[in-house]
Every structure is written in structure tokens, then in C-alpha cells.
């Protein structure tokens, strides 16, 4: 990975390379180093997926003094879903800077969606540990709040916020979501998530991570709701 050409191409400039370099080291190649010291980007993928919330989360409510809760939680759903999270990747020029085994290079796995949103996530993680928030705050500015208006991310539905809706309109229920069964190799899993209502399985999805699998859980107790299925 040049990591060179990553601060050029950014205008950034890393004080610790190694958290750089761990955002872009997927699973799968480090299941094929094994001898070598690198971690792979699951841990600050965690990390930035907080970041990155809070961040737009902080654009929208200044932006947009008008809107009410609901209408921003489904804006900034609708910006920080694995969709955007790729696209954003890719017009970065992310793919060019993954770490993959082998495996995963050859199915593919330099252009998919869930390995290139985890990376960007990742990325943002990185870049909070090694120059804080302001200097993420700085990152989206750039190159994501440019592209935020009120219909760019019209149509991308956020599933699980249209359940939250329609649930709470009785406030004797509640909703959780439950990963119940992991499949496949480290660098192409599939994982299984049911949506319960006070305890009461409402629907399943499956999905290549864990946020798909949730939202299609989400979608299936939607249109059940509403007497699709």
C-alpha cells in the first residue's frame, strides 16, 4: 500500500501510517499473513462508523434548523448506509489501496460494496485516532457534505427507522434486532438477523453484513405489517 500517494491524493499528511494502513487491511489478507504483524480494519470500522454518524448527524441539525427528528434520522441514515459508503470509497479511489487475500482479490472483492464502505468507515476511524475529530469534521467537508442535498439520497430507504416509526405509535412495544447465525469464510460472510417485537419474531434478512442483514430483517416485517407478504 503507498501510503504516499493516499497523503497526495487527500492533502493529509499521517503521523501514525500504521492505523492508515490497518484501515485499508481487510479480514481476509490477514488470514494469509499470519507471520507478519498487521491487523485487519474490523475495530476501526467500529470506531468510524461513530465518528461518521456524529459528524453528518452535526451537519444536518445545522443545516437544516427546520426538520424534525424524524426527517433528519432518515436523512442521515440515507447518507451514512453501505450505498453512499461505497460510492464515497470509489470516487476516492479507495479499492486501489485494499489489502486483500487472494481470494478475495479474485472474486472480486476490490469492488464490493460491504469491503469498500467498511473501509471508508474504517479510514475515518484511522483518521480520528491519529488527528481527531476536527480534522475528520475537515475530511467530510470535502468530500462528503458537498454532495448532501435534499434529494441525493431521496431514494435510499432506511428500513429499520420506517419500523421504529410505525411500532412506536404503540409505546407498548418494543423493537430489537438479534444476529442469530453467521455463515461462509472470514472474507464473504453471510449473516442471518431477525427483528423482534416484545419478543415476537416479526421478520428475517439476510445480508453481507450485519447492517444489511438487519435492514432486510426490517423490510420483511415491514411489508408483513402492511399485508405484502
Not at 464502505?117 to 480534522?135: C, I, K, S, T, V
Not at 434529494?151 to 421504529?164: C, P
Request: proline share 3%; aromatic share 10%; charged share 35%.
Amino acid at each position: 500500500m503507498d501510503i504516499k500517494q493516499l497523503e497526495e491524493q487527500l492533502q493529509l499528511t499521517f503521523r501514525q501510517p500504521h492505523l492508515i494502513k490497518q484501515a485499508f487491511t481487510h479480514s481476509s489478507y490477514v488470514n494469509e499473513h499470519r507471520d507478519a504483524e498487521v491487523n485487519d480494519n474490523e475495530r476501526l470500522e467500529f470506531l468510524g462508523d461513530a465518528v461518521l454518524e456524529l459528524g453528518v448527524s452535526q451537519f444536518l441539525f445545522r443545516e437544516h434548523e427546520a426538520l424534525p427528528e424524524g426527517e433528519l434520522t432518515k436523512r442521515r441514515a440515507a447518507i451514512v448506509c453501505e450505498p453512499s459508503l461505497t460510492k464515497f470509497a470509489l470516487e476516492l479511489g479507495f479499492d486501489k489501496f485494499l489489502l486483500l487475500g487472494k481470494g478475495e482479490e479474485q472474486s472480486g472483492g476490490r469492488k464490493r460494496p460491504a469491503i469498500l464502505a467498511d473501509a471508508f468507515e474504517a479510514f475515518l476511524g484511522a483518521l480520528y485516532l491519529d488527528q481527531g475529530f476536527e480534522q475528520v469534521l475537515r475530511f467530510l467537508e470535502r468530500y462528503v457534505f458537498p454532495k448532501i442535498d435534499e434529494q441525493a439520497f431521496s431514494n435510499t430507504r432506511d428500513y429499520k427507522t420506517e419500523l421504529q416509526e410505525k411500532i412506536q405509535q404503540d409505546r407498548n412495544k418494543k423493537i430489537e434486532y438479534d444476529i442469530i447465525d453467521e455463515k461462509g469464510p472470514s472474507h464473504n460472510k453471510e449473516f442471518i438477523a431477525n427483528v423482534l417485537v416484545n419478543g415476537e419474531v416479526f421478520g428475517q434478512g439476510i445480508g453481507r453484513t450485519k447492517k444489511e442483514a438487519e435492514q432486510r430483517a426490517a423490510k420483511e416485517a415491514l411489508d408483513k405489517l402492511e399485508g405484502k407478504n
